[in-house]
């Protein structure tokens, strides 16, 4: 008797681990950009001869700046000399001055309650993630250093189509072991946008997004130089 009862509480244990394993391995969604193709450059563009660029931030954001950093490293396999960051008064003479902005926006959805409840049901968490935009606004002022005339400007705007889920979120899907209160309130509240996402898309996009800036402008320097 004493066998049989541990055989049958090794088997309960087992069945529940089992399903607490399946729980945990359907909680997260890795981080996708479904339209970053759409920021590939569709041509190869460099520059007929050698120029130099200082690149001047006007953005504070720590996200921007790594945009930045991978425009500066664009621009240099297209025949450019690049100063990043460039210092106005400084040492250093170019040719030209390219003063870029990249404003941020972070949003979330409201299709992110019908994928939290009832989405929890099927685990919709797991096999959609959640839905995100994430946004960058840049503007590139171009500047003839020799006499500070403004050359041309160049507004590119982005918008990332965005999934993700991670355990920090999922979680109400515990609502399996339950009423479903709990996915029915953390659906209100993950409408809005995550900011753990925030560091995933950078990381994800930053090399294309800044190539294909580069192609942009040296596109734009082409057409007056």
């Not at 049989?4 to 309960?12: M, Q, W």
């Not at 954001?61 to 500066?72: F, G, N, P, T």
């Not at 072991?177 to 309130?185: D, K, Q, R, T």
Request: a positive charge; proline letters at 4%.
């Amino acid at each position: 008797m004493y066998f049989r009862e541990r055989k049958i509480r090794l088997f309960i244990y087992s069945i529940f681990y089992l399903l607490i394993v399946c729980f945990l391995s359907s909680c997260s969604h890795p981080l996708e950009v479904k339209n970053l193709h759409s920021y590939s450059s569709t041509s190869f563009n460099t520059l007929e001869k050698k120029i130099s660029i200082g690149i001047i931030s006007t953005s504070n954001d720590i996200y921007a700046k790594r945009v930045l950093r991978e425009v500066a490293t664009g621009l240099s396999k297209y025949s450019a000399k690049v100063v990043y960051p460039y210092h106005p008064g400084g040492n250093k003479n170019v040719d030209y001055l390219a003063k870029i902005s990249v404003i941020p926006e972070y949003k979330g959805s409201g299709l992110n309650f019908l994928i939290n409840w009832p989405g929890f049901i099927v685990f919709a968490p797991a096999w959609n993630g959640y839905i995100y935009e994430v946004n960058y606004y840049i503007d590139a002022n171009i500047i003839r250093a020799s006499d500070k005339k403004e050359i041309t400007t160049l507004k590119i705007p982005v918008k990332l189509d965005v999934r993700h889920a991670s355990f920090n979120r999922t979680w109400t899907e515990i609502s399996w072991f339950e009423v479903s209160a709990i996915a029915f309130v953390g659906g209100i509240i993950f409408t809005q946008y995550d900011n753990s996402v925030t560091p995933l898309v950078i990381e994800k996009v930053e090399s294309q997004l800044g190539d294909y800036i580069a192609q942009e402008m040296v596109s734009s320097i082409k057409s007056f130089y």
